[in-house]
């Protein structure tokens, strides 16, 4: 039993989102290596890597009403000041901004960075420009939600990448969340981006690798004062 308990350790779950395109790979590669047996070999590790890509993992969420966890894994492009789309409704003044890039090779299930009631979802079309630019946040493709937080209205926003041309999402209005559930997935590189009322303090930095639902990204309430950060 031991065995069998560190072998399935070892193997990660595969979201139910990705079993289609990991079936069509692995039925293209074959049809293609049925013309030239190289395409079969290349279509096999495509096939490896799709399946990579929709891994599914556990994550071991810190619960705290003061906390706010990454929603995403990938890389913290940006930490600051910044004017929330219109469409969100959260007003014109500048929020707190955390965003997060992924690339192709991070785990694309989102997770929610706070608890709270889903108040709206609001879909909207776009460009599909590089998701790492700064302007991406008003003219791709997205999906934004607004949770009812103890501290105020949170938005997430969910942006489509050059690469990602499918944005899901599986929660719906109304719906309650715990913070680190998972509330969608982008296929295939993209970014999330937090806006968190006034009095949030931001636990990341620029350039810092986040982990969706076990980062802390920001805390509210007084007396914690803001971190320092070394980069070697």
Same mark, same amino acid.
Request: glycine share 10%; hydrophobic share 45%.
């Given at each position: 039993?031991?065995?069998?308990?560190?072998?399935?350790?070892?193997?990660?779950?595969?979201?139910?989102?990705?079993?289609?395109?990991?079936?069509?790979?692995?039925?293209?590669?074959?049809?293609?290596?049925?013309?030239?047996?190289?395409?079969?070999?290349?279509?096999?590790?495509?096939?490896?890597?799709?399946?990579?890509?929709?891994?599914?993992?556990?994550?071991?969420?810190?619960?705290?009403?003061?906390?706010? &966890?990454?929603?995403?894994? %990938?890389? @913290?492009?940006?930490?600051?000041? #910044?004017?929330?789309? /219109?469409?969100?409704? +959260?007003?014109?003044?500048?929020?707190?901004?955390?965003?997060?890039?992924?690339?192709?090779?991070?785990?694309?299930?989102?997770?929610?960075?706070?608890?709270?009631?889903?108040?709206?979802?609001?879909?909207?079309?776009?460009?599909?420009?590089?998701?790492?630019?700064?302007?991406?946040?008003?003219?791709?493709?997205?999906?934004?939600?607004?949770?009812?937080?103890?501290?105020?209205?949170?938005? &997430?926003?969910?942006?489509? %990448?050059? @690469?990602?041309?499918?944005?899901? #999402?599986?929660?719906? /209005?109304?719906?309650? +969340?715990?913070?680190?559930?998972?509330?969608?997935?982008?296929?295939?590189?993209?970014?999330?981006?937090?806006?968190?009322?006034?009095?949030?303090?931001?636990?990341?930095?620029?350039?810092?690798?986040?982990?969706?639902?076990?980062?802390?990204?920001?805390?509210?309430?007084?007396?914690?004062?803001?971190?320092?950060?070394?980069?070697?």
């Amino acid at each position: 039993m031991d065995m069998i308990a560190s072998i399935r350790n070892v193997f990660v779950p595969i979201h139910r989102a990705g079993y289609p395109f990991i079936a069509g790979f692995f039925v293209a590669s074959v049809l293609l290596g049925l013309l030239w047996e190289p395409l079969l070999w290349i279509g096999f590790i495509l096939t490896v890597w799709c399946t990579y890509f929709f891994r599914d993992p556990a994550r071991t969420t810190p619960v705290g009403e003061d906390l706010v &966890v990454s929603p995403a894994d %990938g890389k @913290v492009s940006l930490v600051g000041l #910044v004017r929330p789309p /219109a469409d969100l409704g +959260l007003g014109d003044e500048p929020l707190l901004r955390i965003s997060i890039f992924m690339n192709v090779f991070d785990c694309h299930v989102n997770r929610a960075p706070v608890r709270g009631r889903i108040d709206r979802i609001i879909y909207k079309e776009g460009l599909f420009k590089n998701a790492e630019l700064d302007k991406a946040s008003e003219v791709n493709e997205r999906s934004g939600m607004v949770i009812a937080n103890a501290h105020g209205e949170v938005g &997430v926003v969910q942006i489509a %990448g050059a @690469v990602a041309r499918r944005i899901v #999402v599986f929660s719906r /209005a109304g719906e309650h +969340l715990e913070t680190g559930e998972r509330f969608g997935l982008i296929r295939f590189g993209s970014r999330l981006d937090v806006y968190l009322p006034d009095g949030a303090v931001p636990r990341v930095a620029e350039g810092q690798k986040a982990v969706a639902g076990e980062t802390v990204i920001a805390e509210y309430g007084a007396g914690h004062p803001a971190w320092t950060f070394r980069r070697d």
